[in-house]
T-cell receptor, first 114, second 108 residues
Framework: EAGVAQSPRYKIIEKRQSVAFWCNPI?????LYWYQQILGQGPKLLIQ????????DSQLPKDRFSAERLKGVDSTLKIQPAKLEDSAVYLC????????????FGSGTRLTVV | LAKTTQPISMDSYEGQEVNITCSHN???????ITWYQQFPSQGPRFIIQ???TKVTNEVASLFIPADRKSSTLSLPRVSLSDTAVYYC?????????FGAGTILRVKS
């Protein structure tokens, strides 16, 4: 079974620039998550999709972050404009559902804002 | 939203059994307790999940007391490759909430 694919693997941008991350979940997984992981901390949920609908985006900084999941499959997360404090690893995860299913994470995109 | 609490770090030696305890006082009745492992530059990896009593798989055992206010991840005979961060998660409703995790260092 193929895992969760994310790209790019690394990205360095200057503050106030924009950036986009891409995620391809495991085939058939209805639920997709984007997490932000700052160095030394646990991942923090940014947004959760169920198919192509948003279930929870309460911790997404909507003034600069946006995300979409086209046709309930791939997803993109965008930051515009980026701030220094956005430097982190952005992790995508997918699951069949919640509860007993467990989540599969991608390797993440490491963003450095300079 | 309640969070989980676990030790910041633990040290062990190869071949020993390691037990990492997590407290989750306010976990909801229907929510599961899940443990993940994370190596540097990788995403977290599912280890084990349980609701109550004991669950065992090929990697670890998970002990959950009747009150479900805590759980203990048991790693039998650890090796150097088990050095990683271990996260205890409560699934609160539809949210999977990570704490800061426990850094496990296995020494030879």
């Amino acid at each position: 079974e193929a895992g969760v694919a994310q790209s790019p693997r690394y990205k360095i941008i200057e503050k106030r620039q924009s950036v986009a991350f891409w995620c391809n979940p495991i085939s058939g997984h209805a639920t997709l998550y984007w997490y932000q992981q700052i160095l030394g901390q646990g991942p923090k949920l940014l947004i959760q999709f169920q198919n192509n609908g948003v279930v929870d985006d309460s911790q997404l900084p909507k003034d600069r972050f946006s995300a979409e999941r086209l046709k309930g499959v791939d997803s993109t997360l965008k930051i515009q404009p980026a701030k220094l404090e956005d430097s982190a690893v952005y992790l995508c995860a997918s699951s069949l559902g919640t509860g007993i299913y467990g989540y599969t994470f991608g390797s993440g995109t490491r963003l450095t804002v300079v | 939203l309640a969070k989980t609490t676990q030790p910041i770090s633990m040290d062990s030696y190869e071949g020993q059994e390691v037990n990492i305890t997590c407290s989750h006082n306010n976990i909801a009745t229907n929510d599961y307790i899940t443990w993940y492992q994370q190596f540097p530059s990788q995403g977290p990896r599912f280890i084990i999940q349980g609701y109550k009593t004991k669950v065992t798989n090929e990697v670890a055992s998970l002990f959950i007391p009747a009150d479900r206010k805590s759980s203990t991840l048991s790693l039998p005979r650890v090796s150097l490759s088990d050095t990683a961060v271990y996260y205890c998660l409560g699934e609160y409703g539809n949210k999977l909430v990570f704490g800061a995790g426990t850094i496990l260092r296995v020494k030879s």
